[in-house]
């Protein structure tokens, strides 16, 4: 490893990952590898630099490496990926650091983030389904395409435990609303088809997955807490 004192406080311009624009940046760190083997006659060696954003102070590890078998052609990696898909996560005041939602819900971004469509499309179904667990709803209606409660042969209302159930299960305890519900439907279609399917969704369909998973957070964790505040604040005096 060689250090490179002289790049040190250089600035240039590199696309952040947390603005999403190009912006300049300052190298705080520099050093060389170099690797070589004599009997083949090959070698290659990169050059690693930490840089921080000068306007939102996010750090990027960049890696420009080279081989001696393909000359002039340096490749060049950034660490937070790029890709044009940057989303920022949401910060969740009510759920704790170590609560498997929230775990699954930063690893869905950091999918997205990362242009794994595919992933980040099971991801969004696996938060529906936390968000039914950690509410206690195992089951519910089966209902038709009118939108009524379907019955078996013998009359017995039919209440399934996948995550179609579950997501009714929500409407009928009064967690979300019935247009709430088809919204979740379509959802679980959309992670369906990833997980079992292979399809790669595009990054506007998950983005927009992912905007209304964040409003179902948003209304059944931050709302009730925001209001229970509001209740308990003191009033003035009539």
């Known amino acids: 490893m060689h250090e490179l004192p002289g790049r040190i406080g250089k600035q240039e311009d590199v696309e952040c990952a947390d603005c999403g624009r190009l912006t300049i940046h300052t190298v705080v760190a520099a050093y060389k590898t170099y690797?070589?083997?004599?009997?083949?006659?090959?070698?290659?060696?990169?050059?690693?630099?930490f840089l921080r954003c000068n306007g939102c102070a996010q750090g990027t590890y960049r890696i420009e490496s080279w081989f001696s078998e393909e000359p002039g052609e340096n490749s060049v990696t950034l660490y937070p990926p790029r890709g044009g898909y940057r989303r920022k996560p949401r910060t969740w005041r009510e759920l704790p650091y170590?609560?498997?939602?929230?775990?699954?819900?930063?690893?869905t971004i950091t999918a997205f983030n990362a242009g794994l469509f595919?992933?980040?499309?099971?991801?969004?179904?696996l938060l529906i389904e936390g968000v039914c667990?950690?509410?206690n709803v195992a089951d519910g209606p089966k209902l038709d395409a009118a939108g009524k409660a379907v019955s078996d042969k013998k009359g017995n209302p039919v209440r399934p435990n996948n995550l179609e159930g579950k997501i009714n299960g929500l409407s009928e305890q009064g967690v979300?609303?019935?247009?709430?519900?088809?919204?979740?439907?379509?959802?679980?279609?959309?992670?369906?088809?990833?997980?079992?399917?292979?399809?790669?969704p595009t990054a506007k369909l998950v983005g927009q997955a992912i905007d209304i998973v964040e409003h179902l957070i948003d209304q059944v964790y931050e709302q009730p807490a925001k209001a229970k505040s509001l209740a308990a604040r003191k009033r003035p005096k009539k």
């Open 118 to 125: 595919t992933l980040a499309g099971a991801g969004v179904r």
């Open 133 to 135: 667990i950690d509410q």
């Open 98 to 107: 170590d609560n498997s939602l929230l775990q699954v819900y930063d690893q």
């Open 35 to 49: 690797w070589q083997i004599d009997e083949n006659d090959i070698s290659g060696g990169a050059t690693h630099e």
């Open 176 to 200: 979300i609303s019935a247009k709430q519900a088809e919204h979740l439907h379509q959802i679980r279609f959309l992670g369906n088809d990833a997980a079992h399917q292979l399809d790669i």
